[in-house]
T-cell receptor, first 112, second 112 residues
Framework: GAGVSQTPSNKVTEKGKYVELRCDPI?????LYWYRQSLGQGPEFLIY????????DSGLPNDRFFAVRPEGSVSTLKIQRTERGDSAVYLC??????????FGPGTRLTVL | QQPVQSPQAVILREGEDAVINCSSS?????VHWYRQKHGEAPVFLMI?????EQMRHEKISASFNEKKQQSSLYLTASQLSYSGTYFC?????????????FGQGTTLQVKP
């Protein structure tokens, strides 16, 4: 079956612009997670959803970051007024319940 | 707090064994192990739950010492395909959480 997919695979934007990153989880997975990973570091937790609701958003760094999952499947991570420090690989993962998380290939965000 | 992994890097010859440790300063509910190859997404290896048994995936096994708040990953008779960066992700509290806090990673290189 299909794994987690993320689009776009690469995104280059200018400082101050708005970006949206999309995640399609594995079909039937109720939990969806967003992480970001900087070079040489482990993934850093941002937010996770159970169904449509955000179960834990304690990792969102500030109010420029927002994520939605309106129908309990696809999720979008939205970043407003991007800053150079937002540059990273944004990883999405999904799981059947709260358990083994299966990661997508990531979106590499570069803020110039 | 981020779990601490040791060692930071290991170089092995094919067929040799290695141990990677993951220690937390907070009480653990579960530990997840992942392997990530350069430019790819982390791949799930196994989960160890509080009170659970030692787990095994092919020639890789792991243990969970609740008292020491530590997990160890054992790679036996290493193969070239084992090369990559290994991350532990820890879950805390009651366990009904998808939030994982990842260590900084251990880079493993297996040489012929």
């Amino acid at each position: 079956g299909a794994g987690v997919s993320q689009t776009p695979s690469n995104k280059v934007t200018e400082k101050g612009k708005y970006v949206e990153l999309r995640c399609d989880p594995i079909s039937g997975h109720t939990a969806l997670y967003w992480y970001r990973q900087s070079l040489g570091q482990g993934p850093e937790f941002l937010i996770y959803f159970q169904g449509t609701g955000a179960a834990d958003d304690s990792g969102l760094p500030n109010d420029r970051f927002f994520a939605v999952r309106p129908e309990g499947s696809v999720s979008t991570l939205k970043i407003q007024r991007t800053e150079r420090g937002d540059s990273a690989v944004y990883l999405c993962a999904s799981s059947l319940t709260v358990g083994a998380q299966f990661f997508g290939p990531g979106t590499r965000l570069t803020v110039l | 707090q981020q779990p601490v992994q040791s060692p930071q890097a290991v170089i092995l010859r094919e067929g040799e064994d290695a141990v990677i440790n993951c220690s937390s300063s907070k009480a653990l509910y579960s530990v997840h192990w992942y392997r990530q190859k350069h430019g790819e997404a982390p791949v799930f290896l196994m989960i160890l739950l509080k009170g659970g048994e030692q787990m095994r995936h092919e020639k890789i096994s792991a243990s969970f010492n609740e008292k020491k708040q530590q997990s160890s990953l054992y790679l036996t008779a290493s193969q070239l395909s084992y090369s990559g960066t290994y991350f532990c992700g820890t879950a805390h509290g009651s366990g009904n959480t998808g939030k994982l806090i990842f260590g900084q990673g251990t880079t493993l290189q297996v040489k012929p």
